[in-house]
């Protein structure tokens, strides 16, 4: 029964680099793509002692709305962030920030050096960084 954990380990990180490909490319996460991840993540739950963490997503939602609507991050990474940190146990949850934090500074500084500043659509998000 463990290999039934590890093939949903694989099809978890594969779905979310789609995601992250997807949002690199396009700069749009799609509805669907979040549909396919809480599928996955669903299933999760029939853990021996795993929970859904409400209230850390619905903090971080609301913080990503109020982020969003300034201007600040986009909307479908306030949902996957939401999404992810529904499943997080709480125990975790703090780690989740900090972790998403340092890789998400990481990508901005490696994608500083090696994207042209011109070359960024400003009418998406992408924090007060480039402003």
């Known amino acids: 029964m463990l290999w039934l954990f590890d093939v949903n380990f694989i099809i978890i990180t594969l779905v979310l680099l789609y995601i992250s490909w997807q949002d690199i490319l396009l700069r749009v996460i799609?509805?669907?793509?979040?549909?396919?991840?809480?599928?996955?993540?669903?299933?999760?739950?029939?853990?021996?002692?795993?929970?859904?963490?409400?209230?850390?997503?619905?903090?971080?939602?609301?913080?990503?709305?109020?982020?969003?609507?300034?201007?600040?991050?986009?909307?479908?990474?306030?949902?996957?962030?939401?999404?992810?940190?529904?499943?997080?146990?709480?125990?975790?949850?703090?780690?989740?920030?900090?972790?998403t934090a340092f890789i998400g500074g990481a990508i901005v500084i490696f994608s500083l050096f090696f994207f042209d500043a011109r070359s960024v659509n400003m009418e998406c998000p992408t924090g007060w960084l480039f402003l």
């Open 30 to 99: 799609a509805h669907r793509s979040l549909f396919c991840l809480f599928l996955s993540l669903l299933s999760l739950l029939f853990s021996a002692h795993w929970q859904l963490n409400f209230f850390a997503a619905a903090t971080l939602f609301i913080t990503g709305f109020l982020l969003f609507a300034i201007n600040t991050i986009g909307g479908g990474d306030v949902k996957l962030m939401a999404l992810l940190a529904l499943f997080t146990p709480e125990k975790m949850f703090t780690d989740f920030l900090l972790l």
